[in-house]
């Protein structure tokens, strides 16, 4: 036995010290292409999806949700993925869906196509800074060619006709065949209902869905306004020229938290039992009446009480249960979110041109109109017959509505493969 001998290589490898399934890897070539597998793993499962007759995928996260989508990017962000080369291509993905709202698809097909071909040529012996610089250089090559292929120029982004032409292609890739004849004149008519004068300043977030169960995807339609799912709690069920208030806090008293008991001699003690709860909540209406507030939206529970003096002063109010759709609707309304009960501050007062109680197949639902030139509101109402498939058109309405927000910002195409 040699001096340099070691136990490993008497033992046979070091694979006889790991559990069976157990690798062992060795150099940084053999480590990059183990990386790309791993990549390519995800571009196998994810490019079946790409394009009109790519196939649905079932995802299944970790909270037990299941999705229904052709989207990468909800594959990407539902999966629960640890492996650091593919994360690098999932944040890739990530970036691309927020600066263009679609093509995540295209992103990770792409890169794991290049490192498919990198991996040929480390296999061939070719060293792996001479493979950066290569690509480097096509890089470069391939957006001087870029400026050289013919475009399409948008000519106007406030013609439903030729805004519906730049939607079509970014939501047909994701629809039964043919629906997106319908859907994408309503989602080009609900982003021209609200883009501003200035067309670079357009807000993905005055483009709302609002969903209902019941129907068809034919029945859906875009009102001019947002509008909220569900009731009233009180007796007022419209207000115009409005003044309005958003709390992200319970509407009610806060009483003690203990167990005490308490007992009643008269007829008068239990009349005056809760007068000093009553006061106090009068009080609370009553400087926000003086403020000037006609609606209220609140973010969690509104007692009785409450209803009983906001019916009695000629106040609107609602409730909204997500926190995320309260931040939504506070940022359009242009008011402050408030997390302590009393009258806001003028700065932290939203406007409404009216608020009013509507009703969309026996559903009833408020409508919030805002004309602001700034901040113009409009709702996509989704009609459909589970709550799945309600969840998979709105993600595809948002890929349109970031498409016109693109076409906002440069008007430039390039032809694709398509039709």
């Known amino acids: 036995m040699s001096a340099n001998s070691s136990y490993f290589s008497q033992m046979g490898t070091f694979n006889s010290l790991l559990k069976e399934g157990f690798r062992h890897y060795k150099g940084a070539q053999e480590a990059v292409i183990r990386n790309i597998e791993a990549i390519n793993d995800l571009k196998e499962m994810t490019r079946t999806a790409m ?111 030729e805004v519906t032409k730049v939607i079509k292609p970014v939501i047909g890739s994701k629809m039964v065949h043919g629906q997106e004849n319908f859907l994408a004149p309503i989602i080009a008519k609900a982003c021209i209902g609200v883009v501003p004068e200035k067309k670079e300043k357009f807000i993905v977030d005055n483009v709302r869905v609002a969903k209902i169960l019941g129907g068809s995807l034919m029945d859906s339609d875009v009102i001019q306004g947002l509008v909220v799912v569900r009731n009233v709690e009180g007796n007022v069920t419209k207000v115009e020229n409005c003044k309005v208030a958003v709390y992200n806090c319970p509407l009610e008293t806060q009483g003690a938290e203990s167990s005490d008991e308490v007992v009643f001699k008269n007829a008068n003690d239990l009349l005056n039992y809760t007068k000093g709860e009553e006061d106090h909540m009068e009080k609370i209406i009553k400087e926000i009446v003086d403020s000037g507030v006609k609606a209220v939206v609140v973010g969690g529970a509104i007692s009785n009480m409450a209803i009983h003096f906001l019916n009695k002063y000629g106040i609107l109010a609602f409730r909204v249960l997500s926190k995320f759709e309260l931040r939504r609707i506070a940022k359009s309304l242009g008011a402050t979110l408030l997390v302590r009960l009393g009258a806001p ?37 989704l009609r459909g017959t589970t709550n799945d498939m309600l969840d998979n058109v709105e993600r595809i309405i948002q890929d349109g509505v970031n498409a016109y927000r693109d076409a906002c910002k440069s008007q430039v195409y390039i032809h694709g493969d398509g039709e």
Request: net charge negative; hydrophobic share 35%; aromatic share 4%.
């Open 51 to 161: 394009g009109p007759n790519g196939m649905n995928k079932y995802i299944i996260n970790m909270h037990d949700k299941l999705f229904l989508t052709k989207d990468t990017h909800v594959m990407t962000q539902e999966l629960d993925i640890n492996h650091p080369a593919v994360n690098i291509i999932c944040n890739a993905a990530k970036m691309q869906d927020q600066e263009c709202g679609d093509g995540t698809n295209f992103v990770i097909t792409l890169a794991g196509e290049l490192l498919n071909q990198a991996a040929e040529l480390i296999t061939s012996g070719v060293p792996l800074s001479d493979i950066i610089v290569g690509y480097e250089k096509a890089s470069t090559k391939a957006l001087e060619l870029l400026d050289q292929v013919p475009t399409y120029t948008l000519p106007d982004v406030k013609s439903v006709e």
């Open 345 to 381: 501050t003028k700065e932290e007062m939203g406007t409404a041109d009216e608020i009013k109680v509507t009703e969309i197949s026996s559903t009833k639902c408020i409508l919030v109109t805002r004309e602001s030139e700034n901040n113009k509101l409009s709702t996509i109402v």
